[in-house]
């Protein structure tokens, strides 16, 4: 009597298990995309499966209050920033890379007062080569109006603690009017 109760407990316990696998399964296989569908505005799928992420247009998630943007940069003396968000007004700063990090400062935008700023243009000090990679980070202003690298501190995430800043490339190739959509 054990061993049959035993193997009845299981028993369910398996065919559960195998009804909860094949649902899983449907739930997935109805999740991918079919031939020549859109997974968003980005990305199509090819006929042979794989995906087609050429860009035609970009799409961001905003996770904080403070936000930055900026694609692949052609060579040249200037700088295409796609979006800089600021809760409270600052700067988009321009660093050289050194050793994967934030390097010397090379040129701050003008003061921008809090709200969403699209397709501003900083100019450079100097021109920037193909091959080269930098780093943009947003910096608070100190109320005076003025970049000031001492002064004036980065912003930092507030989901991370370290300076919201993001690394682009610059590259003969490149695309920055790629329209940006937060």
Do not use: C, W
């Not at 050429?54 to 060579?75: C, H, V």
């Amino acid at each position: 009597m054990k061993t049959e109760k035993l193997f009845s407990q299981n028993m369910s316990v398996i065919i559960s298990f195998v009804a909860l696998t094949a649902l899983f399964a449907l739930y997935t296989l109805s999740r991918v995309p079919k031939e020549n569908t859109t997974v968003d505005s980005n990305i199509a799928v090819k006929s042979n499966g794989a995906l087609d992420d050429s860009p035609t247009d970009s799409s961001a998630l905003r996770a904080e209050e403070n936000a930055l943007y900026i694609s692949e940069q052609k060579p040249g003396d200037s700088i295409l920033v796609s979006f800089a968000i600021l809760k409270n007004g600052g700067y988009v700063v321009i660093h050289e890379n050194k050793n994967e990090k934030p390097g010397t400062i090379i040129r701050s935008s003008q003061h921008l007062s809090r709200g969403e700023h699209e397709n501003l243009i900083i100019r450079l000090t100097r021109p920037i080569k193909s091959g080269n990679s930098l780093y943009a980070m947003l910096h608070e202003d100190d109320g005076d109006g003025v970049f000031n690298p001492i002064k004036d501190a980065p912003i930092r995430s507030r989901i991370s603690n370290e300076p919201l800043m993001m690394i682009f490339d610059v590259d003969d190739n490149a695309n920055p009017d790629i329209p940006v959509s937060l």
